[in-house]
């Protein structure tokens, strides 16, 4: 992969479990590697589900190995500073 074709910017975050004032579970989302990658548009699909109109796009994301990425985290892409 080259360099120049990493041009969007991707932010990885962690889920946090933190509690609120009542002691109960809440889940949050911490920025943990903010980095360039390569988005790719694979597919889309449009279905009627229960009367409900279900889009889903499947998309195909490239950057560089880095340590400490898991299946637990979730990529934030667009989104405004």
Do not use: C
Not at 14 to 19: C, H, K, N, S, V
Not at 50 to 76: A, C, L, P, Q
């Amino acid at each position: 992969m080259r360099a120049g074709d990493l041009r969007e910017v991707i932010i990885i975050e962690e889920e946090l479990i933190a509690r609120d004032k009542f002691g109960a579970q809440v889940k949050t989302w911490a920025p943990y590697l903010t980095l360039r990658a390569r988005i790719d548009f694979l597919s889309d699909t449009r279905k009627v589900e229960n009367m409900e109109v279900i889009h889903t796009n499947v998309f195909k994301i490239s950057t560089y190995y880095r340590d400490g990425i898991t299946r637990k985290m979730r990529i934030v892409y667009g989104k405004d500073k």
